[in-house]
């Protein structure tokens, strides 16, 4: 028997990172500034521990796009699996070489090239879409913040949004 009503609990879930963070805030700050010697140095970590929680947690809000698309995403060891209804298939996170947001696609697309296969297609609102945060925050090098923006933009074009041997020149001569 439940008591939350099952769309709070789908919004609180949402949220639950937030909350956290905020709930850590209240009880570090109220330590810090309501009490002395260990208890307030330990009320200033808990801020801290906060404020980080609170950070990740708005990147992880932003990459949240909703679920109901197609198909669904499975992160386990190191290997991203997504079973679509037409397509489908597995990719090595440690073999990844490049990693595109194509925008003309109807939802807009993961695409997730590795060597020797054909690029593994996840549509950005696929159930469980969101353990692929935490496996792309394990590519090296990779700008979390340039990420959430190019997936909030529009387009109709594809971006390439990580890649592990850089195909273009980095510097680019005029003469």
């Known amino acids: 028997m439940t008591f939350i009503r099952p769309e709070a609990r789908v919004a609180l879930w949402r949220w639950r990172e937030m ?6 805030i ?5 330590w810090a500034l309501g009490a002395y010697g260990i208890q307030a140095l330990a ?11 609170a950070v990740i947690g708005a990147q992880r809000m932003r990459f949240r796009l909703g679920g109901g698309g197609p198909g669904i995403v499975q992160v386990d060891e190191g290997q991203i699996a997504y079973f679509g209804p037409l397509t489908g298939g597995a990719v090595a996170v ?13 939802p807009p697309h993961w695409l997730l090239d590795q060597p020797g296969q054909a ?27 340039r990420m959430l923006a190019e997936l ?6 594809q ?7 850089p195909t273009r020149p980095t510097l680019h001569r005029l003469h």
């Open 19 to 24: 909350l956290a963070a905020t709930l850590l």
């Open 26 to 30: 209240i009880l570090g700050l109220s």
């Open 119 to 145: 690029a593994l297609a996840i549509p950005v609102n696929a159930t469980n879409t969101d353990a692929l945060f935490d496996a792309f925050a394990t590519l090296p090098g990779l700008r979390m913040e």
């Open 159 to 165: 971006v390439v949004i990580w890649e592990r041997a």
């Open 43 to 53: 009320g200033w970590g808990i801020l801290g521990l906060g404020v980080v929680i």
């Open 94 to 106: 440690s073999e990844l070489e490049r990693l595109t947001l194509d925008h003309a696609a109807r």
């Open 152 to 157: 909030h933009k529009s387009g109709v074009h």
